[in-house]
């Protein structure tokens, strides 16, 4: 099975900024990237704005599984 990939690019705000790609993957997964140093971070390493982010995009996507998954069992 081919596994679908969503990308987000966030751009933190304030003095040291990073930009940063987020790959939703279908089957769960995820990878953030800071795309300065192409450094590959883990969602604790998040900062305020980036967490939150990070949190609703997360949130979305679960949503969206769950209506695909009733939607496929209705």
């Known amino acids: 099975m081919k596994s679908n990939c969503e990308n987000f ?3 933190e705000r304030g003095r040291s900024s990073r930009d940063l790609t987020f790959k939703f ?3 769960g997964r995820l990878v953030i990237l800071d795309n ?3 450094e ?3 969602p604790r ?3 305020s704005d980036s967490r939150d982010f990070y949190v609703r995009k997360r949130i ?3 949503k969206n599984q769950l209506v695909a998954s ?3 069992y209705a």
């Open 40 to 42: 590959v971070i883990s």
């Open 36 to 38: 300065d140093t192409e």
């Open 60 to 62: 979305a996507f679960i």
């Open 9 to 11: 690019r966030f751009v």
């Open 70 to 72: 009733q939607l496929k």
């Open 45 to 47: 390493d998040l900062r």
């Open 25 to 27: 993957y279908n089957d």
